[in-house]
């Protein structure tokens, strides 16, 4: 099992950026996909960003291609997203999540067995 704190989220402009975090607790980190997901509000929450074990292969939602990047740190068990260009339609609640059972990177939620509690990003115009 592990556990995922998100943090970085924040007020920003348009054209701004963030970086998200996604802190991992125990000794596994490495066995787990990760993903990045966000939510809007009145929205079903979709795929942003994921990463495969090694952190070799990733993949993006075509909304956030070119703009954002996702990366991790194995040693130090955390996933990242950098944000950068950032758009009012990025605004949502943005939460990590680990899957055990895929090397990478599926698009659907239900892949995912562990989440975080989310990190609020709003993007002012």
């Known amino acids: 099992q592990v556990q995922l704190v998100e943090s970085g989220g924040g007020l920003v402009q348009a054209g701004g950026s963030l970086r998200l975090s996604c802190a991992a607790s125990?000794?596994?980190?490495?066995?787990?996909?990760m993903g990045w997901f966000r939510q809007a509000p009145g929205k079903e929450r979709e795929f942003v960003a994921g990463?495969?074990?090694?952190?070799?292969?990733?993949s993006y939602a075509d909304s956030v291609k070119g703009r954002f990047t996702i990366s991790r740190d194995n040693a130090k068990n955390t996933v990242y997203l950098q944000m950068n260009s950032l758009k009012p339609e990025d605004t949502a609640v943005y939460y990590c999540?680990?899957?055990?059972?895929?090397?990478?990177?599926?698009?659907?939620?239900?892949?995912?067995?562990?989440w975080g509690q989310g990190t609020q990003v709003t993007v002012s115009s």
């Open positions: 990463i495969s074990r090694s952190g070799v292969v990733t």
């Open positions: 999540a680990a899957d055990r059972e895929r090397g990478c990177c599926s698009r659907n939620e239900y892949g995912y067995a562990y």
């Open positions: 125990g000794r596994t980190f490495s066995t787990y996909a």
